[in-house]
């Protein structure tokens, strides 16, 4: 089982919708919990962390399930410039490694 | 500008030749990183430094070499590049290894292909 995974997805999505990904770990250890962006052939950018109580960043919500080991992130109101590729990344404190899923694919159609 | 500087951007080498891609950071961060991304495998680390004269193996160390002489340059050495090496390479840093308070900041990346 990878450490942390995701579906690759595409989605494609039409604008203005709503739409949710998940991703799973494995090590129930896990410290902290990031959502990055990252868009065609460029570099990953921090979008958000995920807290154990949830939080929000406007069209942005991001949940985290210890029970269950998965985080989730949520967007509302899709726009054109929410295509791109989204990564979870976890944090096994333990060992201070951090690692990445293979992200999830996000297209949003006019 | 608060940024990680990767040099250079593009770079396609043969089999064997020795080459060097520079990573520099302003923000006075303790911890750097080199990633590689190759598609279906996400971002895979390849080494990291938690300070000066401090590296360590990441999950994929072979056939690289790093330094951390100055708290600003991470360089990546490949002394003898493979075409298995080509990828997407990205530098990165933080305050202090990953926290909510110590976020990772990525440097443009570095696509290099070797025939």
């Known amino acids: 089982r990878k450490e942390v995974e995701q579906d690759p997805g595409p989605f494609n999505v039409p604008e203005g919708a709503t739409v949710a990904f998940n991703c799973t770990y494995s090590n129930s250890a896990s410290q902290s919990f990031f959502w990055y962006r990252q868009d065609c052939r460029k570099e990953p950018k921090l979008l958000m962390s995920v807290y154990s109580s949830g939080n929000e960043d406007g069209r942005f919500t991001a949940q985290l399930n210890r029970a269950s080991q998965y985080i989730s992130l949520l967007i509302r109101d899709s726009k054109l410039s929410d295509s791109a590729t989204y990564l979870c990344?976890?944090?096994?404190?333990?060992?201070?490694?951090?690692?990445f899923g293979t992200g999830t694919r996000l297209t949003i159609i006019p | 500008e608060a940024q990680v500087t990767q040099n250079p951007r593009y770079l396609i080498t043969v089999t064997g030749k020795k080459l060097t891609v520079t990573c520099s950071q302003n923000m006075n961060h303790e911890y750097m990183s080199w990633y590689r991304q190759d598609p279906g495998l996400g971002l895979r680390q390849i080494y990291y430094s938690m300070n000066v004269e401090v590296t360590d193996k990441g999950d994929v160390p072979e056939g690289y070499k790093v330094s951390r002489k100055e708290k600003r340059n991470f360089p990546l050495i490949l002394e003898s590049p493979s075409p298995n090496q080509t990828s997407l390479y990205f530098c990165?840093?933080?305050?202090?290894?990953?926290?909510?308070?110590?976020?990772?900041?990525f440097g443009n990346g570095t696509r290099l292909t070797v025939t």
């Open positions: 990165a840093s933080s305050f202090w290894g990953f926290s909510y308070n110590s976020p990772l900041h």
């Open positions: 990344v976890v944090n096994e404190a333990l060992n201070e490694k951090l690692t």
